[in-house]
Structures are given as C-alpha cells and as structure tokens.
C-alpha cells in the first residue's frame, strides 16, 4: 500500500511540473516609431503551447508576454476560453510589423479572435497595455523568431 500512494505521488508530482512546465523565454521590443518598449515573453511554439496558451492563469507581470510562433503564416484563430486575465492581442506579419490588435479580450470567452488575414506569430500582453505604450498597427515588434532582434 505505501508503494501504491509513493507511486501516486510521483506521478502526479511529473504530471503537475510538466503541465506547469516553464515556457523558453527572450527578450522582445515593440518599436513605435517614438519609443521602443521592452519586454520578456514566454515562446509558445508547438501545438500543445498553442492550444494552452494564457490558460488558467491569475496574472502577468507588466512587462511581460506570450508569443505564438506559427511557424509559416496562417490565419490566426484565437480565442480567451479557460484564460481568467484580460489580453491584449498583436497579431504580427512576417516582417514584425502589428498587422491588428485585438484590445481586452475579454476572460473565459469562447469568441474567435483573428485579423482575418495570415500572420506569422501573436503577441498576448496583458489588457490595456498595447494602449497605454500607444502601441499601434504599423509599429513593429522585434524578436528571434521573427529574424529582426539585433544582437
């Protein structure tokens, strides 16, 4: 009996870190034209990542973010289901530049959110961020897996 409770310990223990299992995070800036913003994101790059996204989590810090690398450009179909924090959403050309924004997505909606046009990633901010750095369509975000993040 107590190898059966030790052996059910230790997989929920694994099953719980993996699930909760720290994303790679990088540096990324978002350039304005008046100011470039800086910011660290977590790298949602495999459909798992994708699929999970911002779920069930109660908060982010301030400058901080969720990139979703795609890979080749696709349409983008994003939605705020099991999310309880309101989003801010830049969905990003090949090239960085915001092609849309998404603005306080609302918590726990089912909705589909999307530019209805290919992007290559999308960036999750937290709610009113993108407004308050007047951060707009046009301006470009700089990272790795967008090729354009000097270094």
Known sequence: MTRLIASLFAATFFF????????????????????????????????????????????????????????????????????LIPLDMLFIAPDGKVLAIARNAVPGSLRTIGPGVPVKAVLELNGGRSEALGIEPGDTVRHEVLGNLGG
């Open 16 to 83: 719980v870190h993996g699930a909760f299992a720290q994303l790679e995070t990088g540096p990324l800036e978002i350039d304005t034209g008046d100011s470039v913003h800086k910011f660290t994101v977590e790298l949602a790059n495999d459909p798992e990542e994708i699929r999970t996204g911002m779920m069930n989590r109660e908060s982010m810090a301030s400058n901080a973010g969720m990139l979703f690398d795609f890979g080749q450009p696709r349409q983008a179909s994003m939605w705020m289901k099991d999310t």
